[in-house]
């Protein structure tokens, strides 16, 4: 489906056709898996259509699934990885030795490892802070600050930023804002529209739904950031497989039907467990209890599957998370399928004791994928185990 084809369409049918077309051969509806590493060209140095030379620079099921997400990110390019945190990296690799870059704290904790780790030795400097605080953001700013990177909401704490003001704030400065829309999707947030210049997604989690495929993808409105990208991406060789690309595609055609019974099992879940009295807190956008449930009214049209909650004490923790049957203790999130994980053991074991425990990650913190099963057959799960 063209761009212009594809203008004014509601979110639904353009999971469904957007960057997806009948197979000129053929004519086959799904766009192939194009298995390819090479491809003939016709005369010396003129590859096909002027692109097709090397698997790694160009692929058409890549480019299907490229198109599919800057149409449903409401944006003009898409840029698919090989994961979300090569995303991430590229996106900072646009940076020089000497640039500055201002990130949420509460990230996921691949990504805080990346950036402290690996990018850091290569000249680039971080600082970390809650970005549900706005002022924070600003305090933080440097004169060679190039870029402020958020999540929101964030993993696993389920804080939001203010999308909006922070893109003012970063512009007035002259940065860029990125943004994880992992948690959200597409389906119930597009930073884009609030000002955001990059949005990004570890294609892993909801985009692709189905939990058989590693991948990451940005959308970006400009076209000196997206030739950025794929520039870095061609020269770095973090690109995904036709496979995985085709299986991604796949998934986003239910992608509304599936974050519809996402955001309402999870709305239901989060309301029976801020009822129970082994619960001590739960942490989900779409409580009246969350302190930026109006926030996210404004910026969100729904609020996922993600709740976390604080049972108190490791020994607590286990015994929920260990007896789960619907619920599978997993890596991991935004599959068809729940999970159930303790961020503080595993996702974000690498990310430093004190920082964990500053954040409110604490080993009585569990977080929860609700998937798509019947909500009736989730509760019993959970009731069955906390009594």
């Not at 964030?154 to 804002?177: F, Q, R, S, V, Y």
Request: glycine fraction near 8%; hydrophobic fraction near 40%.
């Amino acid at each position: 489906m063209s761009k212009a084809a594809s203008q004014g369409l509601s979110f639904g049918t353009l999971a469904i056709h957007a960057g997806v077309e009948p197979e000129p051969v053929t004519g086959a509806i799904m766009t192939p898996i194009f298995q390819t590493s090479t491809y003939v060209q016709p005369a010396v140095g003129e590859p096909k259509n002027g692109s097709y030379d090397y698997g790694r620079t160009a692929n058409p099921t890549r480019e299907a699934l490229e198109a599919s997400i800057a149409a449903l990110e409401a944006g003009n390019h898409g840029i698919a990885f090989a994961s979300g945190l090569a995303a991430i990296e590229a996106i900072v690799k646009r940076l020089s030795a000497g640039d500055h870059v201002v990130s949420e704290e509460n990230t996921y904790g691949g990504t805080t490892r990346m950036f402290n780790h690996v990018l850091s030795r290569f000249g680039i400097e971080f600082t970390y802070v809650d970005a549900q605080d706005t002022q924070a953001v600003a305090d933080a700013m440097r004169p060679n600050t190039k870029l402020v990177h958020v999540e929101t909401p964030t993993n696993p704490m389920m804080k939001l930023c203010d999308i909006a003001a922070i893109a003012d704030l970063a512009h007035e400065h002259g940065a860029l804002l990125s943004v994880d829309n992992t948690f959200a999707s597409p389906f119930n947030q597009r930073p884009l529209e609030l000002g955001a210049d990059f949005t990004l997604h570890s294609s892993t989690k909801y985009v692709n739904g189905h939990s058989d495929v590693i991948g990451g993808l940005v959308a970006v409105r400009d076209r000196g950031l997206a030739d950025d990208l794929y520039f870095i991406r061609k020269s770095s060789g973090a690109v995904p497989g036709p496979m995985d690309c085709w299986l991604t595609l796949r998934g986003i055609k239910t992608l509304h039907v599936r974050m519809e019974r996402h955001n309402a099992n999870g709305q239901a879940v989060a309301e029976w467990l801020e009822k129970h009295p082994s619960v001590d807190r739960v942490l989900y956008p779409g409580l009246p209890s969350h302190p930026q449930h109006e926030l996210a009214k404004r910026q969100m049209s729904g609020f996922t599957g993600m709740v976390s909650v604080d049972v108190g004490t490791l020994e607590r923790t286990k015994a929920l998370t260990e007896h789960l049957e619907i619920f599978a203790l997993a890596e991991s999130l935004g599959g068809v399928e729940s999970l159930v994980n303790v961020p503080a053991l595993m996702t974000h074991a690498s990310v430093p004791e004190d920082r964990r425990a500053a954040m409110g990650i604490t080993p009585g913190l569990v977080r929860f994928s609700v998937g798509i099963e019947d909500v009736s057959d989730i509760i019993a799960d959970l009731e069955r185990v906390l009594g």
